[in-house]
């Protein structure tokens, strides 16, 4: 079976060729990073226009890599929420129109379940059950994965998200977007003791996320250190300034703190559900330091952790149209009258 994925959840236009829900054919990403650099952060009215300037050509790109057609497609698999209203309009649209213009059937997607997909699609090795922490820019969420379409939610934050963090934190030094990278680079010459942050750990037993805390910790430090004259608006400095020896100390000390309460609870949740198989998903689980430190956990408490290469971890089409095939070949499909949903429920059921 070859099944179409379309992704346009957020600030990436993505479609996809995979066949039999294993074998990617391609994987086309068009990037907006550029588009929202200069804000800080993804602006969802300028995300939606790039998605309707993108689409077209992004799907032609997808059908030309992988050598097909749309004669020999068998299904369409579109993410379907959550993610910004905007976005999702765009790609569900689009694929609708396909759908009824090729009569190919249509399946609408949650994102999140896309992640487990991606991690599956890389590491063949990887079996149920499995706990996945699902980090990126909009979700932190801890779940057991026992098989398809048979998910527990965990764990999940209860304000920021972590890749939402990074964000914050890089922008309120004037350190660049997206800034899960650009923490990490500057990480990398910091030292992550120099500054002693938080760790929300949220009472005894507590699976879920808070990274509130740890940002606002970060802009009280930044704001000391500034000394007179120095200020913080907008959600950045505006006044005064830190030697690059010291952000470079506070990044690494941030990323520190964030990557700590991330593996000890995804270890934690593994203890719990009794297996030895951990998964890292999402954008942010490209971080190196995450990988590492969840690699060495994992290996002193035997534990296995798997994660997707840095093309399946960020937002991508690929992982959408695997999940679609599933659905599809159980006799899943929508209609034309299907709706996005923004806030989909993240137990991932409906």
Known sequence: MLVLGIETSCDDTAAAVVRDGKQILSNVVSSQDEVHRRYGGVV?????????????????????????????????????????????????SAAKGAAFARGLPLVGINHLEGHFAAALLDCPELQSPFVALVVSGGHTNLYRVSGPEDYELLGRTLDDAAGEAFDKVAK????????????????????SD???????????GSLDFSFSGLKTAVVHHVRQQLGPGGEVQGG???????????????????????VDILVEKTMEAARRCATAQVALAGGVACNGRLR?????????LGIQVHY????????????????????LRSGRKDGLDMDVISRWKEHLSG
């Open 44 to 92: 969802p009215e300028l995300a939606s226009r790039r998605h309707m300037e993108s689409i077209g050509p992004v799907i032609d790109m997808a059908l030309s890599e992988a050598g097909v057609h749309w004669s020999d497609l068998e299904g369409i698999a579109v993410t379907r929420g959550p993610g910004l209203v905007g976005s999702l309009l765009v790609g569900v």
């Open 292 to 300: 590492a430190c969840a690699v060495e956990e994992g290996r002193a």
């Open 172 to 191: 309120l030094m004037n350190a660049g977007y997206p800034g899960g990278p650009v923490i990490e680079h500057l990480a990398k010459e910091g030292h």
């Open 194 to 204: 120099a500054v002693c942050f938080p760790r929300a750990r949220l009472g005894k």
């Open 236 to 258: 950045k400095i505006a006044g005064g300034a830190l030697s690059h020896e010291h952000i470079r100390d506070i990044a690494a000390a941030f990323q520190e703190a964030v």
């Open 308 to 327: 997707p290469s840095p093309q399946l971890c960020r937002d991508n089409a690929a992982m959408i149209a695997a999940v679609g095939d599933h659905k």
